[in-house]
């Protein structure tokens, strides 16, 4: 299973799905990561946490934590 952690600086990728429960699954949801949502990863930060996303048209950060739950095609 291939995650958004291990995804590298200028890759352009698809949300397969979304793990996690609750409320952490529903605030990823809410910052437009969804199912079949293509992100690209612009920027890491030098010891990894956290990682910066192009998502649908806007950028955003993510934690390591929370990118371990989204789930690539």
Known sequence: MRTLKDAKVGDVVQVKKLHGE????????????????????????????????????YELSVRKADAAMIELE
């Open 22 to 57: 609750g409320p952490v699954k529903r605030r990823i949801m809410d910052m437009g990561i969804t199912k079949g949502t293509e992100l690209k990863v612009r920027k890491v930060a030098p010891l990894g946490d956290p990682m910066e996303l192009s998502v649908r048209g």
